[in-house]
């Protein structure tokens, strides 16, 4: 078989499930590479070997039908997939013969060439002989006609399994890497895991009535896939950004069905994005509401158990307190976002545990308020409280409610002076929301000030998300979310399957937030440690160094993940981050009281 | 000839009958091998499951414990938590299984205390996920959410 360009291998590469057939197969041969189709005026090679007999000229027209197909098919509300499913005809595919007969009496164009030709391995020797000198007779080939039935296109590929199944004819399409890509693509994209493997399609060409013994018959590399989405991703971006919506229309379309042949991170990461995009396009924007954020703690949850991203930010988190607090006898930690809890068990545990006894330990959590006004903040201090008399430490708690981190009063918190009791701020993944609206983070930064706490420890995402060109948060976003997903893929079996679904539902409402929404709405705001530590260094803090316990134990708790390997522990300048391989993710730092304020404040 | 016999039967030792040797014995046992021997009869699984033995099996790779912290103040902890045998097979296990996977690797800076340290406190974090279940019966969106998961380690 001759080895085609890239376009080939496109065109008769199938998307997964069903549907996608032959539909990615014109489209792609469509709208991509319209400029590079093969000038020969007789029949395309590769797909006569898989049954159909297409003019190369005749392709355009093919491909605009199944362009509308697929637009139908693809179409989001779904009524017209009813419509097509009843207007679709499904043959039973134990029966050949009587399926042949009618496909004989609804073909009316002229008769090809016979199909005896088809190379490829189909063996027919099994078939009654009856009905294979029909089928040499039959009109296998591809009609034009506007009216075709989707049926008819299997043609032989997708015959039903006779008695004794022959082996399918596998055919390896673009092995070589070194295929002619249309765009160029410039710098590696070494942050993305572009899966390598190849991943075998679906059934060639299972539209509508295909029976389920179809197998396999394309292999494709899927290796230039997954750049292609990439580039193809990145395209549309920059159309959004030169405000081109009728290109980004199209790309974000093509993003989807690419997005559909890939296996793995990759592809849920290219589908996360591409419905972002979507979103800014047609201006669909998620509404925010009570109920959104309760359920994002839910979704939190799930993060928390499938990867250690959340644990090892509370595990470092707290040892920073943790130290801070060695020598005081009254302690009073402010969460700024309690959501369960989660981080509080192994500070109490390792406070219980402190040399000279366990010092009296008061939490204030702060939360947004539920839709259905339970009160989640004193459900959460109950168990805490449980916990703590379980332990032995003496417990107290506080919750308060704030739809916004800038309501909040430090009178209202009944903080006693630093001399009796030791305070500290923590708040992880929730300074970045303040910065959606001026002025806001100067605020809170006050606020802690004057609560005077002995250390402020934060945990944020280490990514510019918050730059004013969009395209630049595009890309850098996109780099981003694919080391996050790879990470999660990375784990691999031990984690269980709906906890990996609802983490990567919670990384694609992130998302879609950074993508599609702009302004007040876009809370996700996430700056890099160094933008943060020049914003909090004007604010009148001085870094505090987490010390080499931190690391010690940040280290052994990412060695009990399985795709351990992958995450790394870095330390920059005193603040901890964790990363997959050689992207970090997140950082830890801590921070205290510039000795100039606390001069100042004692004033 | 019934004298040689009695005399012989003297000189057995029947390890039940001395359950302090049995004790020591057990105490140097694996985690693996501890269970086992929980199943050969009601003794041995008395003793192969008091907490002290599976104390014993924790804390015996510290040689020392640090003065900072007394040994007497973790026990009522971890018995509040659950005990020695759950610390074990929860936390314990699986960080001496995991770390021992790699070597030459980069924990090894680690001493036993902070190892167990960290199980100490995923035992807790443990603990609190399983008091009462997850609270978050408002958003009701999945039903997937109310499962109990003990700490993924």
Known sequence: MKKRDHQESCSSSYGGGGGGGSSSNGKAAKTCWEDEQDPSGGMDELLAVLGYKVRSSDMADVALKLEQLEMVIGHEDG??????QNDTVHYNPSDLSAWVQTMLSEINTPLRDPVQSLNGGLDFSDLPDRVSSELTQTHLGFSDDSQYDLSAIPGMAAYPAPPTPPPPP???????PNKRMKT???????????????????????????????????????????????HTLLACAEAIQQENLKLAEVLVKHVGMLAMSQAGAMSKVATCFAEALARRIYKIYPQASLDTTSYNDILQMHFYESCPYLKFAHFTANQAILEAFTSASRVHVIDFSLKQGMQWPALMQALALRPGGPPTFRLTGIGPPQPDNTDALQQVGWKLAQLAETIGVKFEFRGYLASDLSDLEPSMLDLRPPEMEAVAVNSIFE????????????????????????????????????????????????????????????????????????????????????????GPDRFERHENLAQWRSRMSSSGFAPVHLGSNAFKQASMLLALFAGGDGYRVEENNGCLMLGWHTRPLIATSAWQLAPAVVAAGAH | ???????????????????????????????????????????????????????????????????????????????????????????????????????????????????????????CVDYYERLGGRFGDTAATSSL?????????
């Not at chain 1, 596998?170 to 070589?176: C, N, S, Y």
């Not at chain 1, 179809?214 to 590399?221: W, Y």
């Not at chain 1, 420890?457 to 996109?478: K, S």
């Not at chain 2, 800076?109 to 035992?123: C, G, I, K, V, Y």
């Open chain 1, 79 to 84: 009524v017209s997939l009813s419509q097509l």
């Open chain 1, 431 to 518: 300074l970045h929301r303040l910065l959606a609206r001026p002025g806001q983070i100067d605020k809170v930064l006050s606020s802690i000030k004057a609560m005077k706490p002995k250390i402020v420890t934060m945990v944020e995402q280490e990514a510019n998300h918050n730059g004013p060109v969009f395209l630049d948060r595009f890309t850098e976003a996109l780099h981003y979310y694919s080391s996050l997903f790879d990470s999660l893929e990375g784990s691999g079996p031990t984690v269980a399957d709906h906890d990996l679904m609802m983490s990567e539902f919670y990384l694609g409402r992130q998302i879609c937030n950074v993508v599609a929404c702009e």
């Open chain 1, 170 to 176: 596998q055919l390896q399409l673009a092995a070589a």
């Open chain 1, 184 to 230: 160029s693509i410039g710098a590696s994209d070494t942050n993305l895991n572009v899966t390598s493997s190849s991943s075998s399609s679906s059934s060639s060409s299972a539209v509508g009535g295909a029976p389920e013994s179809t197998r396999p018959v394309v292999l494709v590399d899927s290796q230039e896939v997954g750049v292609r989405l990439v």
């Open chain 2, 1 to 123: 000839m019934t004298r040689d016999k009695e005399e012989k039967r003297r000189s057995v030792l029947f390890i039940n009958d001395h359950a302090d040797i049995l004790l020591e014995i057990l105490k140097r046992l694996d985690g693996r091998s501890l269970c086992t021997a929980a199943c050969v009869c009601r003794l041995w699984r008395a003793l192969a499951t008091a907490d002290s033995v599976w104390e014993h099996l924790c804390l015996r790779r510290i040689v020392s414990p640090p003065p900072s912290s007394p040994g007497s103040s973790v026990r009522p902890v971890v018995s509040a938590l659950g005990g020695y045998r759950r610390l074990y097979m929860l936390c314990v296990r699986h960080l001496l299984t995991r770390l021992d996977r790699d070597p030459g690797g980069r924990w090894r800076t680690s001493s036993a205390w902070d190892e167990l340290q960290l199980s100490l406190s995923l035992f």
């Open chain 2, 145 to 153: 959410m109310f499962l109990c998961k003990p700490v993924n380690v």
